[in-house]
């Protein structure tokens, strides 16, 4: 009887869990497949004549602009390529944690295309569903910048291997499709590994992670919403919108629609919105970004790339509030 409770206890948890890492670990097979294709073709070589201006002010190799520029597809393939790299000792931990910040702006381009202009503008309307998008899309492009300055102010060749790109790169040549095939099935080879020790780990912490969020009070976090509206001088009328946009970007946004023009302008409906991506950020933190990061890169390294990614947006998403409240 005990092992039947159990398992009807589990049984919830591992059906939102094992598809979300099913997902999430076939994206980063592509990701790091691509990563070792990408090098053992040369094709770094071709995109390294957009990437390079780039990566070269920030001190990275060439190759990381193939990943930086792949996030632009997928996020996850993304940063599997930026894991192969730092695992291959081409990056060491600073270069890598810079190398995700000037990720930033590019993994929200994917996202304008599949949902804030199909789904967000048409439910908040042309005005302040542009503002909106733009200051999101100028928030990731000014994270991305810092990413740059950093490189330049504290990476040099202590902490980037060229060699390990080196002794990879040259392309195929001519060589023919014996050459091709042994590029890709060296490619495959190198990607099975990565999984086996990033996929046992995914699933142990999303459990971990789903379970409690089944198990705790996670709405309670939005108490913060009351305070920090009032501080910024926001109408009293943002706080269900603040709570509704934390957990919910789409329902956030169908809330205060109506309110525009009423109980907010476009600049205050924006700063609500705003607002509630700060307060999200306790609740998505905790229920992707660490399962995410501490899955690829592992609960020491993984949490330092979730706490740069927060402290920086955090505080660019401050200073966007004050530039709209205050103008």
């Known amino acids: 009887m005990q092992s039947v409770q159990t398992f009807e206890t589990l049984w919830p948890v591992l059906r939102e869990v094992v598809p979300r890492v099913a997902n999430i670990a076939v994206l980063i097979a592509v990701g790091v497949f691509l990563a070792n294709v990408a090098v053992g073709f040369g094709v770094v070589d071709y995109v390294a004549a957009?990437?390079?201006?780039?990566?070269?002010?920030?001190?990275?190799?060439?190759?990381?602009?193939?990943?930086?520029?792949?996030?632009?597809?997928?996020?996850?393939?993304?940063?599997?390529?930026?894991?192969?790299?730092?695992?291959?000792?081409?990056?060491?931990?600073?270069?890598?944690?810079?190398?995700?910040?000037?990720n930033t702006f590019f993994g929200f381009v994917q996202h304008i295309f599949t949902f804030y202009v199909p789904v967000l503008v048409p439910i908040l309307g042309v005005e302040v569903g542009v503002l909106y998008v733009g200051t999101r899309a100028a928030i990731s492009l000014a994270i991305t910048a810092v990413g740059v300055l950093a490189g330049a102010a504290l990476?040099?060749?202590?902490?980037?291997?060229?060699?390990?790109?080196?002794?990879?790169?040259?392309?195929?040549?001519?060589?023919?499709?014996?050459?091709?095939?042994?590029?890709?099935?060296?490619?495959?080879?190198?990607?099975?590994?990565?999984?086996?020790?990033?996929?046992?780990?995914?699933?142990v912490v999303y459990l971990v992670v789903t379970l409690v969020v089944r198990t705790t009070d996670l709405e309670s976090f939005t108490a913060a919403a009351d305070p920090l509206a009032t501080f910024v001088g926001l109408p009293g009328a943002s706080i269900p919108v603040i709570a509704v946009f934390a957990f919910d970007t789409t329902a956030g946004a169908a809330t205060i629609a109506p309110m525009v023009g009423e109980a907010f302008t476009p600049r205050t409906a924006v700063a609500t919105m705003l607002?509630?991506?700060?307060?999200?950020?306790?609740?998505?933190?905790?229920k992707r970004s660490i399962p995410f990061q501490y899955g690829i890169w592992g609960p020491r390294f993984g949490s330092k790339v979730v706490a740069v990614n927060t402290a920086l947006k955090v505080a660019f998403i401050g200073v966007a509030l004050v530039f709209l409240l205050a103008v």
């Not at 990437?51 to 996850?76: C, H, K, M, Q, W």
């Not at 060229?162 to 499709?177: C, I, K, L, M, N």
């Not at 607002?275 to 905790?286: D, K, M, N, P, Y």
């Open 50 to 102: 957009v990437s390079r201006y780039l990566t070269r002010p920030a001190n990275l190799p060439d190759e990381v602009g193939t990943a930086i520029f792949t996030t632009a597809a997928s996020t996850t393939a993304g940063y599997g390529m930026l894991a192969e790299f730092r695992e291959s000792g081409m990056l060491d931990d600073r270069a890598t944690l810079v190398a995700v910040t000037m």
């Open 155 to 203: 990476l040099s060749e202590r902490n980037v291997d060229r060699t390990v790109t080196t002794q990879a790169d040259g392309g195929v040549g001519d060589e023919g499709s014996d050459s091709r095939r042994t590029v890709v099935a060296e490619a495959a080879r190198k990607t099975w590994p990565k999984l086996k020790r990033i996929v046992p780990r995914l699933v």
């Open 275 to 286: 607002l509630g991506g700060i307060v999200s950020f306790a609740v998505s933190t905790f």
